[in-house]
C-alpha cells in the first residue's frame, strides 16, 4: 500500500525557515518522481516543486523557485521541502504527491502557519 506521511509544519515569523519531510512506503521510492504541492484557505491546491528520480532532477513554479528546495533521500525513502524567508502567503496546507499506477496519491499534509 502506497503512503506518504508528510512532517514539519508548525507556527513560524516571517522571516523564518522551515523544513518539511515526507515519509514514503509501499513502492519503489528511487523510481519515482516525487511532488510537492500546497493549498491556501479557500484556494485551490497548486504545484510548488517536483524532483525525479534517482538523477534528483528538480523544476519548480517560477513564483517559489528562489525561496524552496526539494530534495531527496532515496537511501531512506524521504522527501523533503527547505522553504527559506518565510512570508505570510506560504500559510498552507503542504502536501507530498506520488503517482502510482496512473493515480496521483496524496499524504495526509502539513499545516505550515507563518505569522508574527
Known amino acids: 500500500q502506497v503512503q506518504l506521511v508528510e512532517s514539519g509544519g508548525g507556527l513560524v515569523q516571517p522571516g523564518g525557515s522551515l523544513r518539511l519531510s515526507c515519509a514514503a512506503s509501499g513502492f519503489n521510492f528511487a523510481t519515482k518522481s516525487m511532488s510537492w504541492y500546497r493549498q491556501a484557505p479557500g484556494k485551490e491546491r497548486e504545484f510548488v516543486a517536483r524532483?525525479?528520480?534517482?538523477?534528483?532532477?528538480?523544476n519548480y513554479d517560477d513564483s517559489m523557485k528562489a525561496r524552496f528546495t526539494i530534495s531527496r533521500d532515496n537511501a531512506k525513502n524521504m522527501l523533503y521541502l527547505q522553504i527559506d524567508t518565510l512570508k505570510p502567503e506560504d500559510t498552507a496546507v503542504y502536501f507530498c504527491?506520488?503517482?502510482?499506477?496512473?493515480?496521483?496519491?496524496w499524504g495526509q499534509g502539513t499545516q505550515v502557519t507563518v505569522s508574527s
Open positions: 524532483i525525479s528520480d534517482n538523477t534528483g532532477v528538480t
Open positions: 504527491s506520488v503517482v502510482w499506477q496512473s493515480n496521483r496519491i
